[in-house]
């Protein structure tokens, strides 16, 4: 027999699928796991168990699917709202905003089928949302309770003037070779707020000729709202040219030529009926973008620069015009997402493009559209998540998630297959919401069609990525949606539970794992918090009635509680409690693998004993040990690391970093693999596995 130290310090390579644990050459087999359960990874190496869910509400409608979607106005105003069957609701610093106290709520058109396929994109207070089956709609924010949805009409905000009047001061019919010439002009009125120009006036004609020395005409209007200057433009040939502006409410032409390369604008609502109703949206050079109508998937039209809700277009074009154009490809693939990068990034069904202005142009104009593929991967409907840079996104076939990012040496936007080392979490799945949570661990929350929830590690710089996976007392995952609070992204959840044998769906968020002492410690699911007197009796579990539930009192573990009426009893009084439905969290090493050990060859598929293990912790408490998986109970293949030895009895345990030891079970496998749990309320962090190995024959 020959004994050996075994030595893992990282876990950046995530959860392994089995497809790779025989893969020891894999450079990322070294930092990778057979089991990672309701664990995250560092980007640094570690593993942790997660935090809790935190109870914030039921949705309006259990019966009915809901939709989460992130508000974000500032650091400080963050909302969640709640989409259902024709309403939403709004959520604020994890709690339900109340308008005469019940649920402040907003009508919508949306039925709660449709809501997957809802795509919205922010700027400031406003938002819009898109359907294919609906016509798009502005979501406005005045205050946390005075919100409004209303249809966008794509018209020139700004009112056009009344027709004006034109009258000859400078008469010249009497004199000597005139012509008598119609002259016809219309007018148009410029915001004082935003420069955006108005559509053109009715027009208004007089018969003068200008030619004759003296000749002028003099163009009058009302003053409208709004507006501080005033363009004129004159009728030449059937086409009406810019003449001149003014501050003024008059306008004299002593025979300005029109300039027929500048002309006031035409109307346009390209999306006027069912069947032409944008798929997506973006915000890119300064334009609103939409793409993708059920009669023209490949279109994408983009509004007026820094004016979104004006399509409209002169003749000829101008640089600041509406712009449209098709992608023409091999296939009719539809365009399912829009995203504004090094220009604007496409993503169809069948392909992924780049829009730029070209290298003649600074920005995408009328005419400057240049359309570059970047590969035939094709994306699914789910919206694509940014990191940094780079943009994550589902492909449309496979179960697999890319990263696509631009690089200089390709001059291209290149990357990688993400999911090619965990790709067991993603057979015969596909992702219904994820969003990513950058502060303080970067994440991206993954919900998957079959209910399950994953979460993927991932820091490009450092050629980090690593999946996990997550389970809650039975669950299912149906949304995440994330938003900033405080210093934290925070992902919020609709949780499918079944309570009481019904079918319930809660809205969680996930807990901080930031806290100063042991009793601020939250791993517990559907969970609340009480903090106050002295108490034994918890209330307001009404969420949880009938569920056995676990507690963490003044930062100690008690057990085998269920919820009656709404409340639990605890043996000992509390000054804080954080009372939640059990979390166990699962860490499995990969079999040993020691290199060719020299003089023995590979020690895959010998038999192993793990005589002692040595963890590296941070912050960490109650946690088991062994050879095999089990439950807390199972004495024959789990083994508890004893921390009390040291601890007076009536205190809460402290946390430790630093390295424990543990004798674990005897036992021989193929394997050697080590199995680490925590069942407890209580924070666990491995920074390092050190098992000490026998070998057998």
């Known amino acids: 027999m020959t004994d050996l130290r075994a030595y893992q310090p990282s876990f950046t390579a995530g959860e392994l699928s089995p497809a790779l644990w025989a893969r020891v050459d894999l450079s990322k087999y070294g930092s990778g796991l057979k089991t990672a359960l309701n664990l995250f990874i560092h980007p640094h190496g570690g593993a942790s168990n997660r935090a809790g869910f935190e109870f914030i509400g039921e949705t309006k409608d259990s019966i009915r699917l809901s939709r989460l979607v992130a508000f974000q106005f500032n650091t400080e105003q963050s909302y969640q709202l709640e989409f259902g069957q024709n309403y939403f609701r709004v959520y604020r610093d994890g709690g339900v905003v109340l308008s005469g106290g019940v649920p402040y709520e907003v009508v919508t058109p949306y039925t709660h089928t449709d809501l997957r396929e809802l795509v919205f994109i922010q700027e400031a207070d406003v938002m819009y949302l898109v359907h294919w089956k609906y016509r798009p709609r502005k979501l406005s924010r005045l205050s946390d309770t005075n919100w409004t949805l209303k249809t966008v009409t794509f018209a020139p905000s700004q009112v056009a003037p009344a027709a004006p009047t034109v009258t000859k001061p400078g008469d010249t019919s009497g004199k000597s070779g005139y012509t008598p010439t119609v002259y016809s002009y219309v007018v148009s009125a410029v915001s004082a707020e935003t420069g955006e120009e108005s559509l053109p006036s009715p027009d208004d004609a007089v018969t003068n000729d200008l030619s004759i020395n003296g000749g002028k005409n003099r163009i009058s209007w009302a003053a409208v709202a709004g507006a501080d200057r005033y363009i004129v433009y004159r009728e030449d040939n059937g086409v009406y040219g810019y003449i001149g502006g003014t501050f003024a409410l008059f306008f004299d032409d002593e025979n300005t030529v029109p300039d027929l390369a500048d002309t006031p604008q035409t109307a346009r609502n390209p999306f006027p009926s069912s069947g032409n109703y944008p798929r997506c949206a973006t915000f890119v050079e300064q334009r609103l973008a939409f793409a993708s ?131 067991h979490m993603f057979k015969g799945r596909r992702i219904v919401s994820w969003a990513y949570a950058q502060a303080p661990y970067s994440i991206v929350w993954v919900v998957l069609d079959n209910g399950s929830l994953v979460s993927l590690t991932y820091m490009k710089e450092h050629e980090v990525w690593a999946w996990t996976r997550h389970d809650s007392a039975g669950a299912r995952f149906e949304d995440v949606s994330v938003i900033a609070e405080g210093n934290e992204d925070v992902p919020y959840f609709i949780i499918r539970r079944v309570v009481g044998g019904v079918v319930r769906r809660y809205i969680e968020r996930l807990h901080t794992r930031e806290f100063s002492s042991v009793a601020d410690a939250f791993f517990v699911d559907s969970g609340l918090t009480y903090e106050g007197p002295a108490a034994t009796v918890i209330s307001g579990l009404d969420h949880l009635e009938g569920q056995s539930v676990v507690a963490l009192s003044n930062g100690n573990v008690v057990r085998g509680l269920t919820v009656t009426g709404g409340s639990v009893t605890l043996q000992n009084a509390t000054t804080k409690a954080h009372v ?57 293949a789990l083994v508890e690391y004893k921390q009390r030895e040291t601890e007076a009895w009536n205190e809460a345990i402290s946390l430790y970093t630093g390295d424990i030891r543990i004798t674990p079970h005897w036992d021989w496998t193929n394997g050697g693999n080590v199995w680490i749990k925590q069942f407890d309320p209580l924070p666990m962090t491995i920074l390092a596995v050190m098992p000490d190995v026998t070998l057998g024959r």
């Open 293 to 423: 109508t059920l009669n023209d998937p490949q279109a994408v039209w983009m509004s007026q620069s820094a004016n979104y809700e004006n399509f409209g277009y002169s003749q000829p074009s101008k640089a600041s015009d509406a712009v449209t154009f098709r992608i023409k490809a091999r296939e009719v693939n539809e365009i399912r997402s829009m995203l504004a990068t090094k220009g604007l990034m496409i993503l169809t069904s069948g392909a992924e493009w780049i829009v730029s202005g070209g290298s003649q142009s600074d920005a995408i104009t009328p005419s400057a559209v240049k359309i570059d593929n970047q590969g035939y991967r094709g994306a699914a409907r789910v919206q694509p998540v940014v990191v940094g840079n780079t943009v994550l996104f589902a492909q449309d076939r496979g179960g697999v998630v890319r990263d696509f990012s631009y690089q200089f040496a390709d001059d291209a936007y290149v990357g990688k297959d993400l999911t090619i080392l965990a790709r």
């Open 580 to 636: 939640g439905l059990p979390m166990v969290s699962t860490l499995q090493t990969l079999d040993l693998d020691l290199g060719n050990v020299q003089g023995l060859g590979t020690v895959q598929g010998r038999f192993k004993s793990v005589a002692e293990l040595t963890l590296r912790v941070e912050e960490t408490r109650g946690i088991f040990i062994g050879p095999r998986d089990g439950g807390r109970d199972d004495e024959n």
